[in-house]
Each structure stands twice: as C-alpha cells, then as structure tokens.
C-alpha cells in the first residue's frame, strides 16, 4: 500500500456462527437482499453456502467426461450462487484475500471458492466482477475471471483457465485483486489469471460459492476473509 491512501479496509475469521452471515450489519445476502441468489453462513469458523434451489442442474463443456457436458460450451443452469458482499462505502481499488477450506472434493460438482471485486446487490440485480478456483487438484481444476452484468445467469467470462496448477486446496491462500481496469487472481501468492475491464468502477469486495452442489456445500468455503481498499 506504500504511495496509496487506504480508504477502508476489513478483516474476519468468521468466529460466530449466522445464518446468514451478517457480523453486526457488515454483509448483503444474495436471498435475503438480492432475492433471485443464495444466502451465505458460517458454522465453526468456516463461511460457507447455502444449498441453492437445486432445480436445473449445471452443465458445461467440462462434464463431457462424465456425461453432463452442455452442447458447444454453453453453461446451463439457474445460476443461483450463494453470494454475499460487505456493506457500505470501499475504495475502487481492491485486494480480497482468503484460506481455502475444502475437504471431500469430488469432480461429481463444480465446487467453487470464489472472491467478489466491485460488487453490488439489490432485488434481482447483482453486478461485480469475481474471480473463481476449483476445489480439485486434478486436470478438471480450473480459475476463472467472470463479471456478472446484473440479472441472474447473465455473467461473461473475462478469462480461464484449466488445469490442476489452477484448482485448489485445503489451506491454499487466494487471492483477487482489481486496480483501475486489471483484474488478477493468485494461489499462495503466485498470479495464475488475468483480465481487464472497464464496465463496473466501484462496488464491494465479497465472497461467494456456486450453485448446484447439493449437500457438499458444507464441504468448502473459507477460514479467513481479508480486504484492503483504496482510490487512485
């Protein structure tokens, strides 16, 4: 931060257990604000997502292995991720970072760990930028750099990339960061995915899981949330 003015930061280890999470008024839900996406909680010092609705099952290119695979790469389901995003005011500049939980992974779902930049929810609309890890060490891992435009299921990815060098796993440190129009995504510290974009100039750091994972949802999450804003 050396140069720069911190506008506001904040840190969590989650060590109440709510549904949903709150921590005294300090996050917005994706159900109980935002009403078309899934609550968060947290549960013996871990943040986690709530089971989505589980109607229409997630499809993607990926899942041709096992049968599951969306024609032509086009991703289906409700897209109802359980999401949720620190209230008030915060610098345009972000770093988020976070320790990875995860046990059990399994490539059956696309188990994700996935860290919000400018983000911003309100009924039926959620707009931010996310970048996202694999929970899996395998081949099938993957990071990628998303924006969701508002509306649920309209997001566009920015970037990915596949490989077990891009999963992750119990005890990793990830990290997503924004300044000005890049947008980067680290493990342990080592960058492993990049973007830029100029639609959303402000908006909350956040947290968040995807959806349709049935009852593996208490199988991965986060121990610690950290951020660090600051303006130009």
């Known amino acids: 931060m050396t140069g720069r003015t911190l506008v506001r930061s904040y840190r969590t280890r989650f060590e109440r257990d709510e549904d949903p999470l709150s921590e005294g008024g300090m996050w917005i839900q994706g159900r109980t604000h935002g ?54 005011a915060w610098g345009r500049n972000q770093r988020a970072r976070a320790t990875v939980f995860c046990r059990n992974p399994t490539n059956a779902y696309f188990q994700e760990v996935e860290l919000r930049l400018r983000s911003t929810i309100a009924p039926r609309r959620c707009t931010g930028y996310e970048v ?8 099938e891992g993957y990071a990628e750099i998303v924006r969701w435009n508002g509306p649920i299921g309209d997001f566009t990815s920015l970037q990915k990339h596949i490989g077990a060098e891009f ?3 119990d005890g990793d440190v ?4 924004i300044e000005g129009t890049v947008i980067k995504g680290f493990v342990n510290g ?4 990049s973007a830029s974009d100029d639609v959303f100039q402000d908006g909350a750091p956040g947290v968040g ?12 999450g986060f121990t610690s949330f950290e951020v660090e804003t600051w303006d130009d």
């Open 209 to 220: 899981f995807n959806f349709f994972v049935g009852d593996t949802n208490v199988d991965h």
């Open 167 to 169: 999963g992750v796993q």
């Open 35 to 88: 009403v078309d996406w899934i609550d968060v909680m947290t549960r013996d010092g871990r943040v986690f997502g709530k089971v989505s609705r589980m109607t229409a099952a997630e499809k993607r290119a990926e899942q041709g292995a096992f049968g599951a695979g969306a024609e032509q790469g086009a991703a289906e389901g409700d897209y109802d991720d359980p999401t949720a995003v620190l209230s008030g």
């Open 174 to 177: 990830v990290e997503a960061t």
């Open 132 to 139: 996202f890890w694999r929970a899996l060490k395998t081949d």
């Open 190 to 193: 080592v960058e492993v995915i």
